[in-house]
């Protein structure tokens, strides 16, 4: 079976500049996260997704990002403009639940540098 | 806030020799679940082993097994038998966040010695 495919796998890109990162979660898979991941702060939620709808948006760090999932199997997390400091590993994640009895399967990331 | 707590954020061990690894985390729940995930330099996020917190038998998986003490919130991860291929970070996982959503501990980084 096809694990959550995240695309693409690095993006170099300048400041400023409008990106967009993408996310196929598992098939039958109701739940969807977005995460980042750095050194200073580790892995944080960003949003998260449940049956298509955004349940919690709390981390999302700015109004300069922002997510949505069209249908059950994609998922877009835009930043737009840019900053240096959004550089990180941008990672999404698919379960079945909600609830975190299930457990994640994770993408393998992004790897996002803002010059 | 619930919280998790990975106090080690390096550690080593020699091939074929055990190693363990602990979390801590805080709850005011009774019926929950807990993980351990790997990720290599590959920088994949992969499953290692889940725990329920019902259950008090401790979960294995071949060499992989964890040492759950409920009432400590406690959740070690020790692997046996140590492989090159373990040299990883390992995050352990709690679903505190207000929406069931997982929390993460920052991390211990495991090196394995030839």
């Known amino acids: 079976d096809a694990g959550v495919i995240q695309s693409p796998r690095h993006e170099v890109t300048e400041m400023g500049q409008e990106v967009t990162l993408r996310c196929k979660p598992i098939?039958?898979?109701?739940?969807l996260f977005w995460y980042r991941q750095t050194m200073m702060r580790g892995l944080e939620l960003l949003i998260y997704?449940?049956?298509?709808?955004?349940?919690?948006d709390s981390g999302m760090p700015e109004d300069r990002f922002s997510a949505k999932m069209p249908n059950a199997s994609f998922s877009t997390l835009k930043i737009q403009p840019s900053e240096p400091r959004d550089s990180a590993v941008y990672f999404c994640?698919?379960?079945?639940?909600?609830?975190?009895?299930?457990?994640?399967?994770f993408g393998d990331g992004t790897r996002l540098s803002i010059l | 806030a619930q919280t998790v707590t990975q106090s080690q954020p390096e550690m080593s061990v020699q091939e074929a020799e055990t190693v363990t690894l602990s979390c801590t985390y805080d709850?005011?729940?009774?019926?929950?679940?807990l993980f351990w995930y790997k990720q290599p330099p590959s920088r994949q996020m992969i499953l290692v082993i889940r725990?329920?917190?019902?259950?008090?038998q401790n979960a294995t998986e071949n060499r992989f097994s964890v040492n759950f003490q409920k009432a400590a919130k406690s959740f070690s991860l020790k692997i046996s038998d140590s492989q090159l291929g373990d040299a990883a970070m390992y995050f352990c996982?709690?679903?505190?966040?207000?929406?069931?959503?997982?929390?993460f501990g920052k991390g211990t980084k495991l090196s394995v010695k030839p």
């Open positions: 996982a709690y679903p505190g966040g207000s929406q069931g959503n997982l929390i």
């Open positions: 997704f449940n049956n298509n709808v955004p349940i919690d």
């Open positions: 725990q329920e917190a019902y259950k008090q």
């Open positions: 098939s039958g898979h109701n739940s």
């Open positions: 709850t005011s729940e009774s019926d929950y679940y």
């Open positions: 994640a698919s379960s079945w639940g909600g609830r975190g009895n299930q457990p994640q399967h």
